[in-house]
Nanobody, 113 residues
Framework: VQLQASGGGMVQVGDSLRLSCAAS????????MGWFRQAPGKEREFIAS????????YYVNSVKGRFTISRDNAKNTVYLQMNNLKPEDTAVYYC???????WGQGTLVTVSS
């Protein structure tokens, strides 16, 4: 599967961004999708996932209540709406499809205070 994340940028504390990830090369609607991020000097971490149908979602505590994952199976795209951004959200963001063992090109999010 090929994955391409986009939508990153430089924002200020409290701002919002919406990331998109376009998938190809696989039947998108059959697989759960997840978002990961890697901050400078740190390991990549899982932050959110969504089931194949979109009915189920999961978030780690650090983003719960601020980030929302969604998907459009007709467009083979998964989204990450990020609100109330904080400096600690600065990272390269990646999407992946289950079983989450490969990632495409990420998109950089920088949050300045």
């Amino acid at each position: 599967v090929q994955l391409q994340a986009s939508g990153g940028g430089m924002v200020q504390v409290g701002d919002s961004l919406r990331l998109s990830c376009a998938a190809s090369g696989r039947t998108f609607s059959r697989y759960g999708m997840g978002w990961f991020r890697q901050a400078p000097g740190k390991e990549r971490e899982f932050i959110a996932s969504i089931s194949d149908s979109g009915a189920g979602t999961y978030y780690v505590n650090s983003v719960k209540g601020r980030f929302t994952i969604s998907r459009d199976n007709a467009k083979n795209t998964v989204y990450l709406q990020m609100n109330n951004l904080k400096p600690e959200d600065t990272a390269v963001y990646y999407c992946s499809s289950a079983p989450y063992n490969s990632w495409g090109q990420g998109t950089l999010v920088t949050v300045s205070s």
